[in-house]
């Protein structure tokens, strides 16, 4: 474990744009005793959106469980707003404005679509507000908030998942895998409205196996290969790279 | 219609109370996925507490019930989950279910010894059975009002929390998904501590309610087994909803009054068959439920056990014997008849090694097969009478045959069930042959064959012993070292069918069952044959039992009996033939020796008799204890031990033959009767459970495994640093590579072939 460093603390609690939103420092996480990241760093701006690519089996699924605190961290530092939060519980850190959207989903199918909501508020925001902004941003939840959320199509499934980080008002939004099993055109509109969260002051880290969906809306990104960070850049000079990493160098 | 009138109401105030004890059933099972078969023993507690502070000690009654319902149950069910449900997480569903049953066990044992079960504690209902209405020209206690209102207002409550409450909403939420409910900023510990004192307040309330309704005075096994018909009802809502379970406690309540109100009074078998309704009733249910499709993903859970060669456990079995005979030349003719009894049940508990252990399914009336067993011995099996009365082989044969065949009849509706419904659904069975068939006392005229006849003739049956061919096992010795072989011969049968292909096929079983559906397997042949298997060699080894004890009852067959040898057998270590030895062991005599010798001290009187008897009371205890442990080790106790000894055989052989010769010495020495027995027992007992543990504290380098080797600089490696085997086992580490032999590892000159695949392997990938 590095040693305690010290904080940049800003003195009037205002967020200060040059301490970025969410920061990893030479993070190392493991699963029992077989080590999958080997030092990821990362740096999130609030308002920025940050992709994070690569093949399967490269540690972007854990990469993003470290940030949203299901997977503690075994060595370097996580860091929210500046602050040191290695070892803080997912929902410490959901109560400080991390929003996680986990691959396949993020609900309950068991549960109606009103019943999701309710509880995506968490301690952050009531029924009320949750169900205004979803319904605002996507009607079709509107149609169907006493369905239960299990019986909805994918994209549907999708937009609920998205819209608890519409009602909760997030500082970082996390998300995994948001085209999976999804047609196109729901990617499409999913991902613009991630742009317009990022656009409204919220840092956005996105993984995604489907580059092409997500690097227009992007501003930096990077490659996880093997549990580390093998290039990071503007979009468009890792999507030349891409095809060469997948297909094995 | 006035009878009609009276066993309605009397059918909705039982409905009632099962309604409420099933509803805190299903609330805890879908918030922490355990189902609490404590919950009877809990509502018993409850029951005896209000008892103790209201008839006890003369509270008044709003202050007993604030006191029962308001501290003394969320209390209980704070406890339980803090400090043994909190950490069943990733375990499979047989080590939920023995840890469950461990403290319902514990919790029984607990009142009988703070509640003297021969004296009577007799509880009054509420306001008084004078207080009554009439209704419909049916009198109606208030007690039976209450109830009724109560129920409906819980039902109500539930419904309410879980739909119109967040913390409701969220508690339904947290089986599916507790890392999801935890990225939505909830605490799913939390949830679950809550729900398990809501449904200890509800096991409570049901006790409190029920125990002056069923005739006001209280039983501890009465009670608990009470509430375990309350299981029928919970099954009726899938375990999930609650509307559905107050309908089937309604039912279940209606159907269960009914019986006697209309069934001829003439047959001798009505109140039997009311007594085991509810649990027919759950059997039947749980056959006709749709159950859950098959699951895809391979469940992960913390079990491990390593399968032992045959030539082992041909070793194993002849020391096994060899042991056995000299403990014989130590002991008089009372503690043989103990050893040969716990042999008996050692010989049972193999049938779970098989079932649990290899095939992964569950059976927890292992004593009912037993049962059926002795019944077809008893009756088809003896020859001769009087003293010369003997079982022949072909009556065991014949019995082992039809226990078999019975087993195949009650597994056959059980093939769709897996895990918690083939556990409910094999105790419902259990529970029906202790009320039905061997409640089945006084004779009556068989139909069609017009004899006169009972399955368990005066509720007492004398077992002779065998004789198989020329062997006469009345003998002490000779019954003893029988029990002896069989059991090292159906254990080495045992590994060996592991180790066979089909041991490989129901092991597959075990770990997926789509995965060995995927593969061809026939999946009902493999479960069929696996109970038959199971229930052959349980019934063996209850004739062996039966002809062990001599006169066996009912309570050689309880329900109760096959859970503590399932709960032992497990926390010993289910997945070994050794843990079935040690297990049935300490289910059919361990305890009850301990338990009798502090008796007996007591009993002789002297400063310290307050003492033994507490301490006999503590070691009616233990074996509740000893089941909960398994939550930290779920493997077993002996699977650690094993571990100890595996690495002391490496590293520490000196040791090992060191103290197999001390206690060779202290053999002879009690041979000679230089030493006590008591000691020389006590003395290899610590020894053998100690022994890793004084290894460990003496060479704590061997003990343990070398510290993982510092990181090579990677980008040296084979430019200025050489490739040692070092580099070549952290590459492999790093990798998730199957590692190398550690022998190989200080070989630093020459990495020889065995090293240089993983090498080339790791190179290109």
Redesign the interface.
């Known amino acids: 474990m590095a040693p305690h460093a010290t904080v940049p603390t800003v003195p009037d609690g205002r967020a200060d744009l040059d301490v970025p939103m969410l920061e990893l420092r030479d993070v190392h996480a493991a699963y029992g005793?077989?080590?999958v990241l080997?030092g990821i760093s990362l740096r999130l701006r609030a308002g920025s959106v940050l992709a994070l690519l690569g093949p399967n089996g490269g540690g972007k699924t854990t990469t993003l469980k470290v940030c949203?605190?299901?997977l503690p961290v075994s060595g370097g530092e996580l860091r929210v707003a500046g602050r040191r939060v290695n070892g803080a519980?997912?929902?410490q850190l959901?109560?400080a404005g991390v929003?996680?959207?986990?691959e396949g989903r993020?609900?309950?199918?068991?549960?109606t679509v009103r019943?999701n909501l309710?509880?995506?508020g968490?301690?952050?925001a009531g029924l009320d507000r949750m169900e205004e902004a979803a319904y605002t941003r996507f009607p079709r939840l509107g149609e169907r908030r006493r369905q239960l959320a299990g019986t909805m199509s994918g994209g549907e499934q999708q937009m609920l998942a998205l819209a608890?980080a519409l009602g909760t008002d997030p500082a970082v939004l996390l998300l995994d895998e948001l085209s999976m099993g999804l047609a196109p055109l729901i990617v499409a509109q999913m991902y613009e409205t991630v742009a317009q969260l990022a656009q409204e002051g919220i840092a956005v880290l996105v993984a995604e196996q489907f580059a092409r969906a997500v690097l227009p809306i992007a501003d930096t990104a990077a490659l996880v290969l093997h549990g580390q960070i093998v290039r990071t850049g503007t979009p468009a000079d890792i999507e030349n790279e891409l095809s060469t990493h997948y297909l094995g160098g | 219609m006035t009878i009609f009138f009276t066993y309605t109401v009397l059918g909705l105030v039982l409905g009632a109370v099962y309604g409420i004890a099933a509803s805190g059933l299903v609330l805890t099972y879908n918030t922490s996925g355990v189902f609490n078969f404590a919950h009877g023993a809990e509502a018993m507690l409850g029951a005896f507490v209000y008892w103790q502070l209201r008839f006890g000690w003369h509270w008044p009654a709003p202050v007993a019930l604030v006191v029962t319902l308001g501290l003394v149950a969320p209390l209980m069910g704070a406890l339980l989950y803090l400090l043994v449900i909190r950490g069943l997480r990733n375990t499979a569903e047989v080590t939920k279910i023995v840890v469950t049953v461990a403290i319902m066990l514990g919790m029984v044992a607990l009142s009988q010894w703070l509640w003297n079960p021969n004296q009577p504690h007799t509880v009054d209902q509420f306001f008084g059975y004078a207080s009554s209405f009439k209704v419909f020209g049916v009198s109606i206690t208030t007690h039976e009002v209450i109830t009724l209102v109560i129920a409906v207002l819980i039902a109500v409550g539930m419904r309410l929390l879980f739909?119109r409450t967040?913390v409701g909403?969220?508690m339904?939420?947290v089986v599916?998904?507790p890392?999801?409910?935890?990225?939505?900023?909830?605490?799913p510990q939390r949830l679950s501590l809550i729900s398990w004192v809501l449904g200890a307040g509800l096991a409570v309330l049901a006790g409190v309610l029920v125990s002056p309704i069923s005739g006001g005075t209280l039983d501890a096994n009465v009670l608990t087994l009470l509430v375990i018909d309350a299981f029928a009802a919970a099954m009726f809502g899938r375990l999930r909803s609650i509307p559905r379970t107050f309908v089937g406690s309604i039912v279940l309540g209606l159907a269960a009054t009914y019986v006697l109100a209309y069934f001829p009074s003439t047959w001798s078998w009505t109140s039997n068959f009311r007594i085991s309704l509810p649990m027919i009733v759950l059997f039947a249910v749980l056959i006709i439920l749709p159950q859950d499709r098959l699951q895809a993903a391979a469940t992960r859970t913390r079990e491990r056990y390593r399968v032992p060669s045959v030539r082992k456990a041909l070793a194993g079995g002849v020391a096994l014997v060899v042991v056995v005979f000299l403990l014989r030349l130590l002991m008089v003719d009372a503690d043989i008849i103990v050893l040969a009894l716990g042999m008996c049940f050692a010989l049972m508990a193999l049938s779970l090694t098989l079932l649990t252990g290899y095939a992964g399914q569950m059976n927890l009336a292992v004593c009912s097969f037993a049962a059926i067993a002795t019944l077809v011995a008893y009756h088809a099996g003896v020859s001769g009478t009087g003293v010369g009365a003997r079982i022949t082989e072909w009556g065991v044969l014949l019995a082992v045959a039809v226990t078999a065949v019975i087993g195949a009849i009650v597994a056959l509706p059980a093939l769709r069930m897996r895990g918690l419904y083939l556990a409910l659904g094999t105790m419902a069975f259990g529970v029906f042959v202790s009320d039905m068939v061997l409640a089945d006392i006084s004779p009556h005229v068989l139909p069609l064959l017009h004899i006169k006849f009972s399955l368990f003739t005066q509720g007492t049956l004398i077992i002779p012993a065998m004789r198989i061919g020329p062997l006469d096992l009345s003998d002490h010795t000779t019954f003893l070292m029988s029990v002896t072989v069989v059991f090292a011969l159906l254990g080495i049968g045992l590994v060996a069918l592991r180790n066979s292909s089909y041991g490989r096929r129901i092991a597959a079983l075990k770990d997926s069952p789509v995965a060995a559906a995927m593969l061809g397997q026939n999946l009902v042949r493999l479960k069929l044959s696996v109970f038959m298997l199971s229930a052959a060699i349980a019934g063996l080894g209850g004739i062996f039992m039966a002809a062990s004890v001599g006169a066996v009852t009912a309570d050689n067959f309880s329900i109760f009996l096959s859970l503590a040898l399932v709960m032992l057998t497990v926390s010993a270590g289910i997945g070994y033939v050794t843990g079935a030895l040690l297990g049935g062991i300490m289910a059919g005599v361990g305890f009850s020796i301990v338990i009798s010798s502090f008796n007996n001290l007591a009993h002789g009187g002297g400063g310290l008799s307050g003492l033994w008897s507490t301490l006999a009371h503590v070691s009616a205890l233990l074996p509740a204890l000893v089941g909960v442990t398994i939550g930290q080790s779920p493997s077993g106790f002996l699977h650690e031990l094993f571990l100890g000894y595996r690495r002391m055989a490496q590293h520490a052989r000196g040791l090992l033959i060191g103290a197999g010769v001390a206690d060779a010495v202290l053999y002879v020495l009690a041979l000679t009767k230089v030493v006590d027995n008591w000691w020389f027992g006590f003395l290899t007992y610590a020894g053998i459970v100690l022994l890793p543990a004084i290894a460990q504290g003496l060479r704590p380098a061997l003990m343990t495994d070398p510290p993982p080797a510092p990181k090579p600089d990677w980008e040296a490696v084979g430019v200025d640093q050489p490739y040692t085997d070092q580099v070549r086992a952290a590459l492999d580490?790093?990798l998730?590579l199957p590692a190398t032999p550690r022998r190989t590892v200080p070989v630093a000159a020459d990495p020889g072939p065995a090293a240089a695949p993983a090498v080339a392997h790791a190179v290109t990938t």
């Open positions: 005793p077989i080590e080997h949203s605190g299901l519980s997912a929902a959901t109560g929003c996680s959207i986990p993020g609900i309950f199918a068991n549960l019943e309710w509880l995506a968490g301690d952050r608890r | 739909h967040r909403v969220a339904r939420a599916d998904d890392d999801l409910l935890q990225l939505n900023g909830h605490n580490t790093a998730a």
